[in-house]
């Protein structure tokens, strides 16, 4: 039921800033906690920040914190990550999910960020 599209990744120099988006359809997204997620090659998936279903609570994984901000927008049914002063490390595609997973998650095609001089 669920679909969601992330746009707003591309190449960018260490230091740099990028703003994601994801895009929410087929869903309630107000009542649904919600989280960034990214893959680097050869690597797992790991949460990188999550927020509640109103937006006032959020959560970052350690190495993003005091560079990512999460928000989100339920009139536009529209989560963002603001990602500053990045790193080469913080190069993924990043996904946009429920904070709830289970083992049939939709996820959508993600968006590439790359860090690189």
């Known amino acids: 039921q669920v679909q969601f599209v992330e746009s707003g990744g591309g190449l960018v120099q260490p230091g740099g800033s990028l703003r994601l988006s994801c895009a929410a359809s087929?869903?309630?997204?107000?009542?649904?906690?919600m989280g960034w997620y990214r893959q680097a090659p050869g690597m797992q998936r790991e949460m990188v920040a999550l927020i509640s279903s109103g937006g006032g609570s959020t959560t970052y994984v350690d190495s993003v914190k005091g560079r990512f901000t999460i928000s989100r927008d339920n009139a536009k049914n529209t989560m963002y990550l603001q990602m500053n002063s990045l790193k080469p490390e913080d190069t993924a595609v990043y996904y946009c999910?429920?904070?709830?997973?289970?083992?049939?998650?939709?996820w959508g095609q993600g968006t590439q960020v790359t860090v690189s001089s």
């Open positions: 087929g869903s309630r997204f107000n009542t649904n906690d």
């Open positions: 999910n429920m904070r709830v997973l289970s083992w049939n998650s939709r």
